[in-house]
Every structure is written in C-alpha cells, then in structure tokens.
C-alpha cells in the first residue's frame, strides 16, 4: 500500500440476516460505488454470518489478498455482535473499553430518557491502535486500523449509519492514500423512451466522448419509467473532469431537447416542483387508478403546499360524477378510462380546487378488466391550463399492476411537465 497507494479492496458483509432469503447485502454496492470514484478495485466480497470462527475466517483470507479491507455489521451491542472480536483475533490485538465511547453512548441513551443497558459497552471496545470514527446516528463508533500495510476499517451495518460514516472516511482517510485518479460522476434524468431507443441515440456520443481526453464513459439504468444516465469520468484533476462532463451534458441535452428531466439528478417531482412555483401556479389532481401515487410523489418534495391545493382520488364512477362533475353520459358513452373523462376529470378538479391547473389520470391497472379495445396497461392522462392549454393523450403501459401505476404516475408528472415548459 505504501508508496503505491491503496488499488485493490475487500468487503466483507457481516450478519446472519443477510444469508437468509429476506434480507440482502446493499452495504457493498455503497462502498464499491465510494471506492470506485477513489480509483480502488474491489477485487472481492464476502457475506458471512454472525459466527466467530467463519467471520475469523473469512476476514484471515481477505487481508492476504487485498490492501483494504472493509468490513460492515456486527458491531452492535449483543453476544452475536462479533465482528470486532473475530477481527481484533486474527490480528493479534487486543481489545480494550475506552471510557470516553461508554460515556457518549451512555449520553445518546439520556438524551432519549432512558438508561444504557450495560451491554453496550461492548460498543465502546476499541482494536489496540485503532482510530475510531464517530457515529452520528447510532450508538457503535466505526474503527480503522493499518496492520502490515494493509488497512482494515469497521463500519456498523445500519445502512443510515454507515453511509455518512463511510462518506467520510473516503474523503478524509482514503483519498489522500490512493494513487490520485479520481472518477467523477453525473447524473442525469430522461424521460419518454425506452432503454434502447436511448441507446441508440446515445451511440455517437459515445464515440465522440471516448476520443476526448479525459474520456467520459457512460451507462444507462432504467427505473419506474424514468431512464438515469450516469456519465464518469476519471482525472487526476477534478476540475477537469467537472468541465468533461459539463461538455457531454450539453451534448446529450442536445440530442434529447425536452426528454431530459434535469442535468442534475434533480427528480421529476423537484422539476415539476421548481416549475409550477417559479411560475405561481396551483395544482389540483384527480386521480383513478393511481390512487394517490401522483400526488404522493409531488408532496414527496418539502415545500409542494406552495403549489399542490388538492387531490381527489376518484376510483368509482360514482365519485367521478360526484366530486369532480364529470357527466355520466360522458363515462357511459365512452367508458371511466377514456380520454374525454380523463380530461373532464381534469377539467373538474381545477374547477373544484380553483387551481391554474388540472391534472388527471384514468386506467386499467390489471389485472382484471382489461379488453381488446382498452387492454390492461391502458391509461389515459390529461391536464387542464394554465389558461387555454389542454393535454389529453392514452398510454398503454406494460408490465403488472405496480408497474403500470409506477409508469402511469411518471408519466402524468411529465406530461404536466412538458405542458409547464411549453407555457
Ligand atoms: P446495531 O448497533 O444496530 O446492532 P450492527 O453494526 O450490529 O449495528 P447489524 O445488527 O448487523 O448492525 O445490522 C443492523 C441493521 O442493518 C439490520 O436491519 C440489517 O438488516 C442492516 N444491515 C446490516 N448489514 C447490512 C448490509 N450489508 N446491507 C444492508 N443492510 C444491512
Ligand atoms: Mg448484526
């Protein structure tokens, strides 16, 4: 490690729970994601259960194999929390109680009026030459300590624990032991295509990006309707790649004009939120087979009270009639999921609310109730205003009843979007 810097990593996921079916290890992909943008390999990881002579084991053949060794879990206070034991063992160090831990813990237990149970000392035993690291969040400190070169650190597996403790020790403790490559990293959100048709237009960037130096490399996830493209690129200077990725957000801005949702990783709801403020406009939603979702995921965002007035979910016809005004003849006529009712249901809740704006959605989430002319997956989405703008169009949505209400709440938060850029 010296000399060369810290390259090739280990993480090692400690606890019965994460063996079983219901329970699974996401620490990992965390610290793999924080040791990447330090240039650190992970080479290999582990998830072993709350058994001495395994987690002795297991951590004995990660330490002959990488330069750091990231171990999380295990560190609470109970006879199964072994992990500092088994490492402190193989490593030939003692364990020792530091005052000072018993008395913050202790401290975090009275701020919350209640005493210590005495088993949380145990939480204060720190590995002999260990630095420790402060835990916000919790009650178990994390510890690091360097053992022939390598270096090994103890995080709690609490992943609100760990996180900001981990955050931390990339920036303070790591980076300055690397070999200086650093990879930065942005986001960005499309919206209104598949993975493939974005693929497809993201491949001549890709040839110009690979070319530039530093090159900006790329990957597309795709998730609830919504497609994030992660774009990275790895300088010894961050201020340089900052500039690379500026560059090859321009360009992809570019090529999806009005389908990027924000260069930012900003959300739909924090765009959708931004816009309808910065323009002084109120919201209604009227909602059937979302039941609620839309409006869940505005008011997801502090502050939506400037603009969401209310929301109606009007899953029967009856309320449809009742409380946004929507005609029966219209539903009778052209049936509760068709366009002319999504956009009387729009129509109705902006009336209702006296909002700038309504928005509404209306279908079939499946399973059930699904025909050839109107299959399941078939939502028809409106917005009413501001002012004379109408939207009304009918999306078919694949996938089951989750996933259409997942698409269908998407895709209404960018319909409304769409309609708020155009204004
Ligand atoms: P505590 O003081 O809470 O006992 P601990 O360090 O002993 O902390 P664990 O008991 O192992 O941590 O885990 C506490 C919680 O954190 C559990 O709900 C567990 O599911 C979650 N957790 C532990 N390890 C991981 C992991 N690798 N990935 C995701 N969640 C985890
Ligand atoms: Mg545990």
Redesign the pocket.
């Known amino acids: 490690m010296t000399g060369r810097g810290i390259r090739r990593a280990e993480i090692i996921?400690?606890?019965t729970?994460?063996l079983g079916a219901d329970?699974?290890?996401?620490?990992?992909l965390f610290i793999t994601r924080e040791l990447n943008d330090l240039g650190i390999e992970v080479v290999a990881k582990a998830v072993v259960g709350d058994r001495f002579d395994d987690l002795a084991a297991v951590f004995r053949d990660a330490i002959g194999r990488a330069d750091l060794v990231v171990l999380?879990?295990?560190?609470?206070?109970?006879d199964d929390?072994l992990t500092r034991d088994a490492v402190a063992h193989v490593a030939g160090r003692a364990l020792n109680e530091q005052a000072p831990i018993v008395e913050r813990i202790r401290a975090r237990f009275q701020s919350r009026k209640l005493s210590m149970p005495e088993i949380n000392r145990r939480q204060a035993l720190v590995i002999d030459g260990a630095t420790l690291l402060e835990n916000r969040h919790?009650?178990?400190p994390g510890q690091w300590f360097e053992w022939n070169d390598r270096l090994v650190i103890l995080l709690?597996?609490?992943?609100r624990e760990m996180r900001p403790m981990f955050e931390r020790v990339a920036r303070e403790m790591l980076g300055p032991r690397t070999a200086g490559e650093r990879v930065v990293r942005r986001g960005i959100r499309l919206v209104g295509r598949t993975e493939s048709q974005a693929e497809e237009m993201l491949q001549p960037l890709y040839r110009v990006w690979i070319a530039r130096d530093p090159a900006v490399d790329a990957t597309i996830l795709a998730a609830s309707g919504m497609l994030e493209l992660q774009l990275r690129a790895r300088t010894r200077e961050p201020g340089v790649a900052e500039t690379a990725l500026e560059r090859a957000a321009a360009d992809v801005q570019d090529v999806f004009g009005p389908d990027v949702i924000s260069l930012s990783a900003a959300r739909l709801e924090e765009v959708i939120g931004d816009l309808l403020r910065t323009r002084g406009r109120r919201l209604g939603v009227a909602e059937s087979c979302t039941g609620g979702l839309v409006t869940s995921r505005l008011t997801d965002v502090a502050g939506s009270s400037d603009y969401v007035d209310r929301s109606i979910v009007a899953y029967s016809n009856r309320a449809k009639v009742e409380q946004l005004g929507v005609p029966e003849s219209l539903i009778a006529e052209h049936g509760a999921v068709s366009e002319p009712v999504a956009a009387a249901m729009a129509e109705g809740i902006r009336r209702v609310a006296a909002a700038d704006i309504g928005l509404a959605v209306t279908g079939i989430a499946g399973p059930g109730g699904g025909t050839d002319a109107k299959p399941v997956g078939t939502v028809a989405i409106a917005v009413d205003g501001p002012g004379e703008k109408r939207f009304v169009r009918t999306f078919l949505f694949p996938g089951d009843r989750i996933m259409v209400k997942t698409f269908a709440s998407t895709t209404a938060l960018d319909r409304l979007r769409r309609v708020l850029l155009e204004g």
């Open positions: 996921a400690v606890g729970e994460l329970r699974t290890d996401t620490n990992s999380t879990g295990g560190l609470g206070p109970t929390d919790g009650t178990a709690p597996g609490p992943p």
